[in-house]
């Protein structure tokens, strides 16, 4: 009696199975470290770039609020800056004692951010007015006095438009963000690269 000669009966082997080789890793680690090494900077600034945007969103917001606490109270209401340790804080000086009170609505800016128009010199690259629509042509920057909404919701005594820029302390090449306030209470956000000249974004 013959054996039965059955294929299947064989032992399977891929002629294609086989792992990665040790050329074949350390050029894919290459590549990746290439890539990333091409990636990491522009994400880098994006994210600066992102961060700077949030903050003057965030003072757009608290000088809105400003104004409709001053026509919801039917009076006057201030947003004051002051330093405190390496911050600034925006306060809207809510009992008017004149001074931050833990009660006071407030902001505080990032410890590397800045009030750069605040300066007495202004940082390398920060566009100035002149770029601007010519309805903020006299702006000024934030006074010592504050801003102060009336009970009708636009600036007290008509004073204004004013120009508050934002941008990081110890380098220009992420740009700047600016936050503009009317005389009849239209605030607007605005970006600029350094150098470079205002663009509306609201």
Known sequence: MRPVNSKSNRP?????????????????LAIAMVLAAIAIPSVVTTYNQYRLGVQA?????EIDQLRMTAVRRNSTVTLFSTPSGSNTILYIDANKSGILDSTDPQFILP????ISNSLST??????????LP???????????????????????????PYFIVIGYTNTSKYGYRAVTVTPMGQIKVWTASSGGSWSSTS
Do not use: C, W
Not at 111 to 114: E, H, I, L, R, V
């Open 111 to 114: 410890a590397d951010m800045q």
């Open 134 to 160: 010519s309805t903020y042509s006299t702006a000024v920057k934030l006074p010592s006095t504050g801003i102060t909404f009336g009970a009708n919701g636009t600036i007290n005594a008509g004073a204004g």
């Open 12 to 28: 399977f082997h891929s002629r294609t199975a086989r792992g990665f080789s040790l050329v074949e890793l350390v050029v894919a």
């Open 122 to 131: 202004a940082p390398t690259g920060m566009p100035d007015v002149s770029s």
């Open 57 to 61: 969103t965030l003072i757009a917001g």
